[in-house]
């Protein structure tokens, strides 16, 4: 069963700075003009750590809501260089907050860290989107769904409130590549997902579903039929106004 309200997250990943607002604020205009759009659609943008504080505090009463990247697993203060945990993220304003991205995962991010970084984020009452995917070579051996079956076995736990976890696939062999998941398949992967988070959960409300890798204006419509998908994790388009805007548009018409 898919959840009515359609997500659009945009991954900035390392861009922005702080004239960048101005893309949001656009962004901003252009949905509160849009009815239907608002009524039915949930915007976030999940920028740099830097940007956190002023971007949540312009927006704290607007429809966009904003997230960060990452976060540490520690839940207090620790001797940890560079690293900012989720209870500092949610007093500079983040709603959200993007944890197992393969970027992260390649530079040996496990499920057990993972799992350690939801718990802490849940704990600050913060939105988790959580990122599984499988790679090119476990595409082409085809371990897509045991990769996945790991990935949120060993990610989640029962103890954790389902209500704010956010599934987003995000094929790495897609991301950045042009390349997508057949329909066919596609609806396979999210169904196959879904069963496995009602295993651990018994909740057949959730999980919300988002697809990432290499959405654009363009292909957008391609997903809009696909009743299973809850929306959509966006990288590079989510950087201009306009693309991120005709993504909107485009899946809508």
Not at 28 to 54: D, Q
Not at 73 to 100: D, H, R, W
Not at 109 to 137: H, M, P, W, Y
Not at 196 to 213: D, H, S, T, V
Request: with cysteine.
């Amino acid at each position: 069963m898919a959840n009515k309200l359609k997500y659009f997250v945009g991954n900035w990943k390392m861009f922005g700075n702080q004239d960048s607002i101005s893309i949001l604020q656009r962004i901003n205009k252009f949905i509160l003009k849009k009815r239907k759009i608002k009524k039915e659609s949930r915007i976030v943008f999940c920028v740099p750590y830097t940007l956190i504080s002023n971007f949540a505090h312009s927006f704290k009463n607007k429809f966009i809501k904003i997230g960060a990247q990452n976060c540490h697993y520690e839940e207090t203060f620790a001797p940890y260089t560079g690293s900012v945990n989720a209870s500092m993220i949610k007093q500079c304003g983040a709603n959200y907050v993007i944890l197992g991205h393969s970027d992260n995962r390649m530079e040996g991010e496990t499920n057990f860290i993972i799992r350690n970084k939801i718990d802490s984020a849940i704990k600050q009452k913060l939105n988790v989107i959580f990122c599984v995917g499988e790679t090119k070579k476990e595409k082409i051996n085809k371990k897509t769904f045991y990769v996945l079956r790991k990935q949120i076995k060993q990610s989640l736990s029962r103890k954790f409130d389902c209500s704010k976890i956010i599934i987003a696939y995000e094929p790495v062999w897609s991301i950045g590549s042009g390349k997508m998941p057949k329909t066919y398949d596609l609806i396979k992967i999210v169904k196959f997902i879904k069963s496995e988070y009602i295993k651990i959960y018994k909740n057949k409300n959730f999980p919300r579903i988002l697809y990432g890798g290499s959405v654009n204006p363009k292909n957008i419509n391609i997903f809009s039929p696909i009743r299973e998908i809850d929306g959509f994790l966006i990288g590079g388009a989510s950087q201009r106004s306009k693309k991120f805007i005709d993504i909107i548009n485009n899946y809508y018409k």
